[in-house]
């Protein structure tokens, strides 16, 4: 039996989703969930939060390694924690989608004062909301 990219892309996608809903289920029922909600906030969007955070944590779990010469470095973006990167002072967050996962490189800036991170390539991006209508969904 052969292990194909797929097969290992499906195994990860099944463990992520699964660890993700277990994490979410036990925070909905922990303190912090009532905190969120006792601060005014609607379920749906605590739910949502403690959704993206599980998924990211997880993808993390799985492509937290060292970078590597020839590898690169593997970065989860959500807007559930900072990252490593600054843009104009902050540091950045969410990028493109809910959740993203790329593999980056760090490269001489033109001018030579610095570095810059660029996306080498993704790996997976993450929309969690979906429209009713298949229209917008495509």
Known sequence: MTDTAGDRGLAI????????????????????????????RRPSEACGDTWVASLHDAFEEIYGRPATATAGRVEVFSRTRPSRISANGARVCEVLHDLLVVETVDVRS??????????????????????ASSREVG
């Not at 033109?110 to 991006?125: D, F, M, N, S, Y």
């Open 110 to 131: 033109a001018g030579g004062q610095g570095e810059v991170t660029l996306v080498r390539r993704p790996i997976w991006q993450v929309e969690s909301e979906v429209h």
């Open 13 to 40: 996608v099944r463990w992520v989703l699964n660890t993700a809903i277990d994490r979410t289920r036990a925070c909905l029922r922990g303190p912090v969930f009532e905190q969120a909600l006792a601060a005014g």
